[in-house]
């Protein structure tokens, strides 16, 4: 059974920095999986933020491409998000994601079957 667990969210200030951590389990992890950030604000839709593929490519969103990073830790079934200059509009709960299917490559939370519990993130001015 895959499980994903998700810890690293909290309240920083804005321009601030956090980092997130989701540990993947029940699964091959090493094989050819799309694990990919999602996040959803208050009242908003659940938006993909970024992927990484099992070659380490990755792909993000624009409103966080150049303080977002993905990366990944096969040895620790473990993908990270670092998240640097934080603004307000970042506030969310994070979700993390896995999937096998090409099109999760869109950040389209249509494509995910798997899906950890969140962690919150909130950004203060």
């Known amino acids: 059974q895959v499980q994903l667990v998700e810890s690293g969210g909290g309240s920083v200030q804005v321009g601030g920095s956090l980092r997130l951590s989701c540990v993947a389990s029940?699964?091959?992890?090493?094989?050819?999986?799309?694990m990919t950030w999602f996040r959803q604000a208050p009242g908003k839709g659940r938006e993909g933020v970024a992927v990484?593929?099992?070659?380490?490519?990755?792909r993000y969103r624009d409103s966080v491409r150049g303080r977002f990073t993905i990366t990944k830790d096969n040895a620790k079934h473990t993908v990270y998000l670092q998240m640097n200059s934080l603004k307000p509009e970042d506030t969310a709960t994070y979700y993390c994601?896995?999937?096998?299917?090409?099109?999760?490559?869109?950040?389209?939370?249509?494509?995910?079957?798997?899906w950890g519990q969140g962690t919150q993130v909130t950004v203060t001015s």
């Open positions: 994601a896995a999937d096998r299917r090409a099109m999760a490559w869109e950040l389209s939370p249509a494509f995910y079957n798997y």
């Open positions: 029940g699964f091959t992890y090493s094989g050819y999986w799309y």
């Open positions: 990484i593929d099992w070659n380490g490519s990755t």
